[in-house]
């Protein structure tokens, strides 16, 4: 266009999502921008659009820093940004302030659902003493044609292309690199773990892209990793085998000898298994985002494979393996499976344990398993029981063990059980210390449950324990600590005699006008009072409007 043709340029810019940099402390602003030349009459000449972005690094970001205000900076600063994004600005410098730093040793970023698994980093180095390029892709699939040095070397340069996410696109469309790959991996993984392992690291990085999953499929590779990943579980059996039959007769110093042999290679054998077992749940656990192919998995015994795996002591392994169950039990066809393969005998050797990341996703697993009454049981008997109480005391995971407990607490044959712990004196001063402040919804109703019991009422109505409740109770008007009240009085013995001094204050509740749920807790709580001791007519006439108000709200004393 001739500069005389045109008036001016006229340009806007569309602000879209605004998301984190993916390795640095950084924000994305996606934008668009729109230009227009304009001619004399004002009509667009010609339009043009382009999508644009830009990063906003917070070098200055870290554990102290004010994130309010760090987003309101950056909001005014960036003019791109619209004021109404201050609130989505301030979630994002959250999210970057709490997120952990990547691990050197791994540059991939993973992109998953699940949290607990999202900074795994695999330490299998894959060294090699040159470069990889993109541009000499076809000399690295030239080299998975040779002997197996030249296969775990070209497989090597190959991974290490593949862990820069912008190559993925390239590699994708190169059929004879994907092919060559799939078929070595096929005919050779029982030759060489670390071949096997760099074979499926490659497609782990495609995996961690779900629109790479159809791929991924197309190949059978996940089929492939399930089969080598069982073979791998038989051969820790027999290692395991061996190992055992060596060592039964320690003072035979030749077979002694030869057992220290063995063991020294089982070790090096198991390190090498372990990165293979990761990678290969791990390219799983991504394609399982699909729930067409997480079936599949499932018919293809996926539970057993990860049971199985919950034996072993790796706990970066461990955290994986958990997440893949804690996600697969959400279903009943796979919580049953679990329940089949002693599941939670095998989760209790992980309670507690020092990594917190394990320690977490196990509870949320139990948590899972925990409204199933058959495993609530099984959990009983295994030892869970103290296990869970003694973590009421620590605030990074009191609630959700304190809701596995709550959930092992509805069943009659279990309350029992709790008698035998602290639990309940832990709960009582839980109670006690939110002072007029509203009691937790699972505080309260783990502790009603509890109550049903007689002899945990004992254990709650213990030194002052009944009077500090009732005074709570009448002062607050609390149904549910009413509730709790009221099945503590439903135990015969001297549990009921603790209550005569406050049938009083009972029945004055019910004449008051005030909530429902209440008052009828506390004529619940009154019906359950025959003492032979109690004169009810007496007080019936004493507090002569009782059984007119009784009549007139039509309530039964049951």
């Known amino acids: 266009m001739q500069p005389d043709e045109s008036q001016y340029l006229k340009r806007k810019c569309r602000t879209g999502d605004i998301d984190v940099h993916p390795t640095e402390k950084a924000l994305v602003v996606h934008y668009e921008v729109e230009a227009s030349v304009l001619g004399e009459a004002g009509n667009a000449r010609h339009e043009e659009k382009k999508e644009c972005q830009k990063i906003i690094r917070l070098r200055s970001l870290n554990a102290s820093t004010d994130v309010s205000a760090l987003a309101r900076k950056v909001v005014e600063e960036c003019k791109i940004i619209h004021p109404s994004k201050l609130a989505e600005v301030e979630h994002l410098l959250l999210y970057l302030q709490n997120r952990k730093k990547p691990s050197s040793k791994c540059k991939y970023l993973f992109k998953t659902s699940f949290p607990n698994v999202n900074n795994i980093d695999f330490f299998f180095d894959g060294r090699i003493d040159e470069e990889a390029n993109i541009n000499k892709t076809d000399d690295y699939i030239e080299l998975l044609y040779e002997s197996m040095p030249e296969k775990i070397r070209g497989s090597t340069l190959i991974l290490h292309l593949a862990r820069n996410p912008d190559n993925l696109e390239e590699l994708l469309h190169n059929k004879t690199l994907l092919g060559a790959l799939t078929r070595v991996l096929r005919e050779d993984w029982k030759h060489s773990v670390e071949l096997a392992t760099t074979i499926i690291y490659v497609f782990f990085c495609f995996s961690s892209f779900s629109q790479f999953h159809g791929l991924i499929t197309h190949y059978k590779i996940g089929l492939l990793c399930m089969n080598i990943i ?329």
């Open 230 to 558: 069982e073979h791998e579980l038989k051969k820790y059996d027999l290692w395991q085998d061996e190992l055992e039959k060596k060592s039964k007769d320690p003072e035979n110093q030749s077979l002694q000898k030869e057992y220290e042999k063995t063991l020294k290679k089982y070790q090096s054998f198991l390190v090498k298994q372990e990165q293979l077992l990761r990678v290969a749940f791990y390219l799983l656990l991504n394609l399982s985002e699909d729930t067409r192919t997480e079936l599949k998995m499932r018919n293809k015994n996926i539970v057993h494979l990860l049971v199985k795996s919950l034996e072993r002591e790796n706990q970066e392994l461990l955290v994986l393996v958990v997440s893949f169950l804690k996600k697969l039990s959400i279903f009943l066809e796979n919580k049953n499976d679990m329940a089949e393969m002693d599941t939670v005998e095998k989760l209790a050797r992980l309670v507690p344990c020092e990594q917190e990341d394990l320690m977490n996703v196990t509870l949320r697993l139990l948590l899972n398993l925990s409204f199933d009454t058959g495993l609530r049981t099984k959990m009983v008997h295994v030892g869970l029981l103290p296990k869970l109480t003694a973590l009421l005391g620590d605030d990074t995971y009191k609630h959700i063990a304190m809701r596995i407990l709550y959930h092992i607490s509805v069943d009659d044959k279990s309350k029992s059980m709790f008698a035998y712990t602290d639990c309940i004196p832990q709960l009582m001063q839980m109670v006690f210390e939110h002072g007029e402040e509203k009691i937790d919804t699972e505080l309260i109703s783990f502790c009603i449950n509890l109550a049903a019991n007689e002899t945990n009422a004992q254990i709650i109505c213990e030194g002052n324990g009944l009077k500090m409740l009732m005074k709570r109770a009448l002062k607050l008007k609390e149904p549910l600590m009413m509730k709790m009240i009221r099945n503590i009085s439903q135990h015969d013995g001297p549990l009921k005699q603790l209550f005569i001094e406050y049938v009083g204050d009972l029945a004055a509740q019910i004449k008051q006008e005030g909530g429902e749920e209440f008052v009828i807790e506390c004529l619940g709580t009154m019906a359950n009072l025959t003492i032979p001791d109690l004169d009810w007519e007496l007080l019936l006439k004493d507090l002569h409007s009782l059984l007119t108000t009784i009549n007139a709200r039509n309530w039964y004393v049951l």
